[in-house]
């Protein structure tokens, strides 16, 4: 197959598999792939890293690695969010990315690192595979195909973090959570979040009487609903409208 022009798209996004393909696709227990990076690899290169994946549960807080920790695995998430968080001096934590079944936790890896700046935290429950960063620092030397995909996406990756870095700084509390229930919703496909308002407090970096009063707001606007410990929603294009 001939090399691939490495040249970085823009902010295109990876292209989201048929069903046929999808079903095509399973670690070597036989369990269904659903994660978008593994699923577009070219067969050689995805038979490279299968006798390696492990399936993994991924419940709710479970930690993938830590800041300045060596990261051990990668994860490929099938289902779930996970959550790349700042922690501050005085132990409170900040969301700068998050990660679904679009792409991978472990990006410093794809960059030759072995450590990260951020903790990787579970923030909804899910499952995926992982591999052994060793592994998957080797197969990169031969795996063109995976090299040109895992680029681009650590550059989405960087421009996420720098959109929410400038949300946070620029704009109101209100845009902010919108902002952050699309996020979610995109890489979850579904218009129940299990999320409270605690926990979006901790992601926005805000407090939690300001997510109540923003949340409230939308809700009076038939945009979401907010259900005990989860927020549903109700109309996405009003919801586009409200975010930054």
């Known amino acids: ?29 036989g369990k269904p792939i659903k994660n978008v990076i593994l699923l577009s690899l070219p067969d050689r290169e995805f038979n490279l890293l299968r006798p390696y994946l492990e399936y993994v549960d991924l419940p709710h807080h ?9 990261i051990e695995f990668a994860h490929f998430l099938n289902q779930g969010l996970a959550s790349l968080v700042v922690i501050t001096s005085d132990g409170r934590s900040v969301e700068v990315a998050v990660v679904g079944k679009e792409g991978m936790v ?3 890896l794809a960059v030759g ?3 990260g700046p951020y903790r990787a935290i579970m923030q909804i429950s899910g499952d995926g595979l992982r591999v052994n960063s060793d592994v998957l620092t080797e197969t990169l030397v031969s795996a063109s195909e995976l090299r040109v995909i895992l680029s681009r996406y650590v550059l989405m990756q960087g421009l996420q973090v720098a959109q929410i870095a400038a949300c946070n700084r620029l ?13 979610c919703q995109d890489r979850i496909d579904s218009d129940l979040l299990p999320v409270t308002h605690e926990f979006l407090a901790q992601m926005l970096g805000t407090g939690r009487p ?32 409200a975010a930054c």
């Open 171 to 183: 704009h109101e509390i209100e845009q902010r959570l919108a902002r952050w229930l699309l996020m």
């Open 1 to 29: 197959m001939a090399e691939q022009d490495i040249r970085l798209p823009k902010t295109r996004k990876l292209e989201k598999p048929s069903p046929l393909r999808a079903g095509m696709r399973t670690d070597i227990t």
């Open 113 to 115: 690192l072995d450590r």
């Open 62 to 70: 479970r930690i993938l690695h830590e800041a300045g920790d060596r």
């Open 210 to 241: 300001s997510v109540s009063l923003a949340a409230g707001v939308l809700q009076r606007a038939g945009t979401i609903e907010n259900v005990r410990g989860s927020v549903k929603i109700l109309n996405r294009k009003d919801l586009e409208d």
């Open 106 to 108: 472990g990006t410093p």
